[in-house]
C-alpha cells in the first residue's frame, strides 16, 4: 500500500484526511501555557477566536523528529511506500525533522518531498498525490509527479488586516497604521524560500479582482484543482469562488480554512489561492 503523509500546515481535516486514506501530522500552537494540536485540539476555525481575543501572539512548533520516526517504522515495517508531503523546509522546522527521522531509517520504501510551498499550494499537491495514488501509481512515480509541478505550484494570500503582521514582527510598526488607515491589503506569496510580498490592493473591493487578474494572466491549468485559503472568511472564499467560475474559470474549486501557524501572521478575513500553472 502506498502512504501519503504531510502535515497540517496542508490545511486539510482530520476528518478528511480520515476520508483520503491519509495521514496529517500537526504542528502545535501554544497560547500563554496552553498548547494545542492543530486539528486535533483545536481547529482551524476555534484558532482564530483565540487569536482575536488573546492579548499575546502565540507561538507555534514543528512536528518533532520522534512523531515523523514512528510513523515511518509503523508504515514501513508493515511493508508500505511512503511518500511525504511537506511544508517548505525556509519556513519551518518540520521539514528538517522528518529529514532526521528518515536519515535514521534509512529505507528506500520512503520518499520525502520538500513541497517548496505552503497552504494551498500544500494542499493543491496533496490533493493531487491523492489522485495519483488513486489511479493506481507507484509512489517512485507519484513523487516524480509531485516533484515535477513544485515549479509551477502558485500561492498567492491576500491580508486583510496589517496588525497581524505587525504583531508577528513581519512589517514594521510605523508600517501598520499608515496601511490600516489607507485600507492597504498586502499580497504575499509563497515562494520556496519563503514568504514575501508581491503587491498590495487598496480596498476590500480590489482584492477578488487581483486574484482574478493573476489567474489570467498566468493560467492555472485545468488538469488540477485550485485551492481557495481562507482565514475562518469562508463567505469571502465563496464569493470568490462564485466569481471565479463568472469569469471562466473551470478548475474543480477546493475551500479550505488556513490553520494556525500561516494564520497567526495573516490574521482573520484573509484568503487567497493556489494553482498549478499550465505550461
Same mark, same amino acid.
Given at each position: 500500500?502506498? $502512504?501519503?503523509?504531510?502535515?497540517?500546515?496542508?490545511?486539510? *481535516?482530520?476528518?478528511?484526511?480520515?476520508?483520503?486514506?491519509?495521514?496529517?501530522?500537526?504542528?502545535?500552537?501554544?497560547?500563554?501555557?496552553?498548547?494545542?494540536?492543530?486539528?486535533?485540539?483545536? @481547529?482551524?476555525?476555534?484558532?482564530?477566536?483565540?487569536?482575536? @481575543?488573546?492579548?499575546? *501572539?502565540?507561538?507555534?512548533?514543528?512536528?518533532?523528529?520522534?512523531?515523523?520516526?514512528? &510513523?515511518?517504522?509503523?508504515?514501513?515495517?508493515? %511493508?508500505?511506500?511512503?511518500?511525504?508531503? +511537506?511544508?517548505?523546509?525556509?519556513?519551518?522546522?518540520?521539514?528538517? @525533522?522528518?529529514?532526521?527521522?528518515?536519515?535514521?531509517?534509512?529505507?528506500?520504501?520512503? $520518499?520525502?518531498?520538500?513541497?517548496?510551498?505552503?497552504?494551498?499550494?500544500?494542499?493543491? +499537491?496533496?490533493? *493531487?498525490?491523492?489522485?495519483?495514488?488513486?489511479? !493506481?501509481? *507507484?509512489?517512485?512515480?507519484?513523487?516524480? #509527479?509531485?516533484?515535477?509541478?513544485?515549479?509551477?505550484?502558485?500561492?498567492?494570500?491576500?491580508?486583510?488586516?496589517?496588525?497581524? +503582521?505587525?504583531?508577528? %514582527? /513581519?512589517?514594521?510598526? @510605523?508600517?501598520?497604521?499608515?496601511?490600516?488607515?489607507?485600507?492597504?491589503?498586502?499580497?504575499?506569496?509563497?515562494?520556496?524560500? =519563503?514568504?514575501?510580498?508581491?503587491?498590495?490592493?487598496? !480596498? $476590500?473591493?480590489?482584492?477578488?479582482?487581483? +486574484?482574478?487578474?493573476?489567474?489570467?494572466?498566468?493560467?492555472?491549468?485545468? #488538469?488540477?484543482?485550485?485551492?481557495?485559503?481562507?482565514?475562518?472568511?469562508?463567505? /469571502?472564499?465563496?464569493?470568490?469562488?462564485?466569481?471565479?467560475?463568472?469569469?471562466? &474559470?473551470? #478548475?474543480?474549486?477546493?475551500?479550505?480554512?488556513? %490553520?494556525?501557524?500561516?494564520?497567526?501572521?495573516?490574521?482573520? #478575513?484573509?484568503? =487567497?489561492?493556489?494553482?498549478?500553472?499550465?505550461?
Amino acid at each position: 500500500m502506498i $502512504r501519503i503523509i504531510t502535515d497540517s500546515l496542508c490545511d486539510m *481535516t482530520m476528518d478528511y484526511a480520515k476520508k483520503q486514506n491519509i495521514d496529517i501530522l500537526p504542528l502545535t500552537v501554544r497560547f500563554g501555557e496552553t498548547d494545542y494540536k492543530c486539528g486535533i485540539d483545536l @481547529s482551524n476555525e476555534d484558532f482564530y477566536d483565540k487569536l482575536e @481575543s488573546s492579548e499575546e *501572539t502565540p507561538s507555534t512548533a514543528a512536528v518533532n523528529p520522534y512523531e515523523f520516526e514512528e &510513523i515511518f517504522r509503523k508504515y514501513i515495517e508493515a %511493508g508500505d511506500d511512503i511518500v511525504a508531503i +511537506l511544508f517548505s523546509k525556509h519556513m519551518s522546522a518540520t521539514y528538517q @525533522s522528518a529529514a532526521i527521522a528518515a536519515d535514521s531509517i534509512e529505507s528506500d520504501k520512503l $520518499r520525502l518531498i520538500d513541497c517548496e510551498n505552503g497552504a494551498m499550494g500544500q494542499a493543491l +499537491l496533496i490533493e *493531487t498525490a491523492i489522485v495519483l495514488r488513486d489511479k !493506481g501509481l *507507484t509512489a517512485d512515480e507519484i513523487a516524480e #509527479n509531485i516533484k515535477s509541478l513544485l515549479p509551477k505550484t502558485r500561492t498567492y494570500i491576500i491580508v486583510d488586516n496589517m496588525d497581524f +503582521l505587525n504583531r508577528s %514582527g /513581519r512589517i514594521s510598526k @510605523s508600517a501598520e497604521p499608515v496601511g490600516s488607515q489607507m485600507k492597504i491589503h498586502p499580497v504575499l506569496q509563497l515562494l520556496a524560500d =519563503g514568504v514575501k510580498p508581491v503587491d498590495k490592493v487598496k !480596498g $476590500r473591493k480590489s482584492c477578488n479582482a487581483w +486574484l482574478i487578474n493573476k489567474l489570467r494572466e498566468n493560467t492555472p491549468d485545468t #488538469n488540477y484543482k485550485l485551492v481557495i485559503g481562507h482565514s475562518n472568511a469562508p463567505d /469571502r472564499a465563496e464569493a470568490l469562488k462564485e466569481q471565479l467560475q463568472e469569469a471562466g &474559470i473551470t #478548475n474543480e474549486i477546493f475551500i479550505t480554512c488556513i %490553520g494556525p501557524i500561516v494564520g497567526t501572521h495573516i490574521g482573520p #478575513n484573509s484568503f =487567497g489561492i493556489g494553482y498549478i500553472v499550465k505550461e
